[in-house]
């Protein structure tokens, strides 16, 4: 066993690292970024697009920089380096924007739900649902895991091909001017994709679940930059369907693209779509939370389950007392900032005040007689 207490028979292969981050990445931000993306960057939102995909390429590797000092997850890695207290301080807010995201995605989703198909069934019947699905997954273990990240993304890649069929009646004209806005509104529209390029983080509670972890880092950088790839390609579709100012103003683009799609034998094909989109929500779900009561399992050393169930009751209370817009929208206001500043403030922290320590150790073993 490694020091987060992970027996060899409960990893994976490090290949899989590539669909655990893509699968991630993918999911409930895809279908409404480019209307907050259009509002700061508009036309040149592709260039905030890249800068993200350039900013959690250099996440991942701070992370793997992290590990290869101290082998284990993020609390190891915060214990060694602030002792146990303050680490512990630490992991329990990297714990807790866990949870939120998880119940963030969840309720996000049921939101689609409610506007696009079933306005009357009570949203806390879908949470149940959901967190009974979450939690069966869960029980299996991170194998299972890993096996519906894979499958998620296997299924799924043929809903890129269907945003094409918009092109037939796409101005191309829309995606001029370029480079006319300020390098702020640029920045502020890299900030606004955060919900469609989070998730790689969780590396940090699932890397010893990772056989020879270090060898892993080449398939985390490839499912970021497909995700990367793939964010690029639905807003530049998108910014030549509408023009910017319809951009700004349809809060759903991926699905109301999808909406003009018509067979005889299928009138509302967005159905379809957001059906389909369960399959790819699923991992969004899952992982978050599952690296939510895996670190409350380390810390305080219960068993997986208590948490898992003190979770389940919570999001459904939620659903059940409080689930609307409003709370919807201070749920996202509060994931986006907390993101943004826990990758940008701790985890350079976390790695410079390893690396000083490491220096230290190795200059008294010189100095040693």
């Known amino acids: 066993m490694n020091q987060a207490g992970v027996n060899e028979k409960y990893k994976v292969s490090p290949f899989y690292v590539f669909f655990l981050v893509h699968s991630m990445q993918t999911g409930i931000g895809i279908l409404s970024f480019q209307r907050v993306l259009a509002k700061s960057a508009g036309t040149d939102g592709w260039i905030s697009i890249l800068l993200a995909g350039l900013i959690v390429h250099t996440f991942i590797w701070i992370i793997y920089k992290i590990f290869s000092i101290v082998p284990g997850d993020i609390i190891s890695a915060s214990n060694h380096a602030f002792g146990k207290w303050v680490g512990n301080f630490f992991s329990l807010l990297f714990i807790l924007y866990c949870f939120f995201l998880g119940m963030t995605i969840i309720n996000s989703y049921i939101n689609v739900i409610h506007v696009w198909m079933f306005s009357e069934v009570p949203s806390w019947a879908f949470a149940f649902v959901f967190m009974t699905l979450t ?104 910014i030549v369907f509408y023009s910017e100012k319809q951009l700004v103003l349809t809060l759903w683009p991926t699905l ?114």
């Not at 370029?178 to 529209?189: Q, S, V």
């Not at 978050?288 to 009751?313: C, D, E, H």
């Not at 986006?336 to 150790?361: D, G």
């Open 135 to 238: 939690y069966c997954i869960i029980s299996g273990g991170f194998r299972t895991i890993t096996g519906i990240a894979f499958l998620t993304v296997g299924v799924s890649y043929w809903l890129i091909f269907v945003p094409f069929y918009g092109l037939k009646y796409s101005e191309f004209s829309n995606v001029l001017p370029i480079f006319d806005h300020t390098f702020m509104e640029i920045m502020n529209g890299t900030r606004s994709t955060s919900l469609s390029m989070i998730g790689f983080e969780m590396l940090l509670m699932y890397y010893p679940f990772i056989k020879k972890a270090e060898t892993s880092q080449k398939f985390a950088h490839g499912g970021a930059l497909l995700s990367t790839l793939l964010t690029l390609l639905i807003y530049m579709v998108s």
């Open 256 to 369: 109301t693209i999808t909406s003009i799609i018509e067979f005889p034998f299928i009138q509302r094909f967005e159905y379809i779509i957001i059906s389909w989109w369960t399959i790819i929500i699923i991992p969004n779900m899952v992982i978050p939370l599952w690296t939510a009561s895996r670190g409350i399992k380390r810390i305080f050393n219960v068993q997986q389950k208590y948490p898992l169930w003190v979770m389940f009751l919570l999001i459904l209370l939620v659903n059940i007392f409080v689930f609307d817009i409003d709370s919807l929208y201070i749920l996202n206001k509060i994931i986006n900032p907390y993101c943004v500043s826990f990758l940008i403030l701790y985890l350079p922290l976390l790695y410079v005040w390893l690396q000083i320590k490491k220096t230290k150790k190795n200059s008294s073993k010189v100095k040693a007689p």
